[in-house]
């Protein structure tokens, strides 16, 4: 996996992987202890588990968080945190569970995602943002 610039994404004090390595290797990465940082560009859930799709410039991941997992406050500050704060997470490479699909249909490929036992909110976003990064932008320009 290479940066813009061509160069070898290394391992960094924020990071041993990135997402695009976990997304398109997760099969060689289960049950692997990994850390990652990214871009929040989804927080969903409430109550005791949280859902984070995490972006950075080699891919998406979605991070899944449990209340029992992980430390109580650092849980709460994720659920409540913005978008496009930078968050890093630490815990285990595992196989979504496929989708359901109708008979005859293919299924698709598999998925991954990290199941985070501790986390980090490096840079928060501040809020609101005048607009989202991965939002449609509905612009009528005149000619």
């Not at 650092?74 to 409540?80: D, H, L, V």
């Not at 293919?106 to 909110?121: D, F, K």
């Amino acid at each position: 996996m290479t940066g813009r610039d061509g160069s070898a994404w290394q391992p960094t004090a924020y990071r041993t992987h990135t997402l695009g390595q976990i997304a398109g290797n997760g099969a060689d990465l289960v049950d692997t202890n990994v850390t990652v940082a990214g871009y929040a560009e989804a927080v969903r859930g409430r109550g005791a588990i949280c859902f984070l799709m995490l972006r950075d410039g080699t891919g998406h991941l979605q991070a899944f968080l449990k209340k029992d997992n992980m430390d109580e406050d650092t849980f709460t500050e994720i659920q409540s945190s913005n978008r496009e704060s930078i968050i890093q997470v630490t815990g285990t490479v595992a196989q979504k569970r496929p989708p359901k699909v109708k008979e005859g249909e293919p299924t698709p490929p598999p998925e991954y995602e990290i199941q985070v036992s501790g986390a980090t909110i490096l840079s928060v976003a501040e809020a609101p943002m005048p607009m989202g990064v991965t939002d449609k932008v509905h612009v009528e320009l005149p000619t």
